[in-house]
């Protein structure tokens, strides 16, 4: 883990938590990405499990977010890699809820983030319909 994922990891180890929370620092997760792994990260949640999405988006790079985020990190995603790891984890996990957190639109360079923001609320919608659709055995 790295500096900003530390103070969590202690988290993730309580027994309460153990098994139920998956933390992935940006360098890691942009590496599985290049490398096509993602799935290998995604291979310790037990299948079937219901899961709940979490999108920090303080996670996207100042060029990315445009100021509408209280702390977006230097090196952090675009927002096509937050787009395919949300695609991919929507395609391969019974997400059953979602949310997006640190969105502060008051504090935003206007224009820089309202296509991308929408996109991401629809990757979301769309993937939570179609796990629904999965779960009552319905076709997609």
Sequence with gaps: LDTRMARFGSLAGEPALAGRL??????????MLQRGTLGEA???????????????????SPEAIGGAVSTPVAN???????????????????VVACDLVEFHPDAA?????????????????????A???????LAT
């Design 42 to 60: 995604l291979t310790r949640i037990p299948a079937g499990a219901p899961g709940y999405l979490t999108i920090d988006l303080d996670v996207l």
């Design 76 to 94: 952090g995603l675009t927002w096509d890699e937050l787009f395919e790891i949300v695609e991919y984890a929507m395609a391969r996990l019974d």
């Design 131 to 137: 796990g629904a659709h999965r779960r009552d055995g």
């Design 109 to 129: 360079i206007p224009g820089q983030w309202t296509s991308q923001l929408s996109t991401l609320i629809l990757l979301l919608i769309e993937g939570l319909a």
């Design 22 to 31: 998956n933390l992935h620092a940006i360098g890691p997760t942009r590496r």
